[in-house]
C-alpha cells in the first residue's frame, strides 16, 4: 500500500527520536530551520516549474518532495498533522 501523509510524518517523528545512521531527515533536521525553509522554497519552485514545463509524473514526483521538505520543518518545530488541518 502507499504511504499516506501521516504515515511519512510517522516515519520522520521516529527517525528524528532514534536518529539511525546516514538518515538524510537526521541531517536536514540538525542544520536546522533556515537550511530547511531554503529547502521549501526550492521545492516550491521545482513544482512550479514541473507543473509548467514537465509531464505530470514528473510534478506529483516534486509535489511529493515539496510535501516531505514541509513535513520535515513541522518536525523540526514540533508541529503535528492536526495543527495543520484545523486550518484546512
Ligand atoms: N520522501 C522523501 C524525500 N523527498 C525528497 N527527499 C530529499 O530531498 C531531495 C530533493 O531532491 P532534489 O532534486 O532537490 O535533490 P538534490 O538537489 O540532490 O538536494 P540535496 O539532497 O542535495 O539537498 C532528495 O534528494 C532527498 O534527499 C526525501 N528524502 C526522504 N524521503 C522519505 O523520508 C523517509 C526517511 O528518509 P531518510 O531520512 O533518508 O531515511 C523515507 O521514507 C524517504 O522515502
Redesign the pocket.
Known amino acids: 500500500m502507499s504511504k499516506t501523509f501521516e504515515d511519512?510524518y510517522a516515519?520522520?517523528t521516529e527517525?528524528a527520536a532514534t536518529r539511525p545512521e546516514g538518515?538524510?531527515?537526521?541531517e536536514r533536521l540538525d542544520a536546522g530551520v533556515h537550511a530547511i525553509g531554503k529547502?521549501i522554497v526550492?521545492?516550491a519552485a521545482e513544482v512550479w516549474m514541473a507543473s509548467e514545463y514537465q509531464t505530470l509524473d514528473e510534478t506529483a514526483e516534486e509535489m511529493?518532495?515539496l510535501i516531505?521538505h514541509v513535513q520535515t520543518m513541522m518536525v523540526k518545530l514540533g508541529l503535528t498533522p492536526d495543527d495543520i488541518y484545523r486550518y484546512l
Open positions: 511519512l516515519q520522520l527517525i538518515s538524510g531527515t537526521v529547502k526550492e521545492e511529493s518532495q516531505y
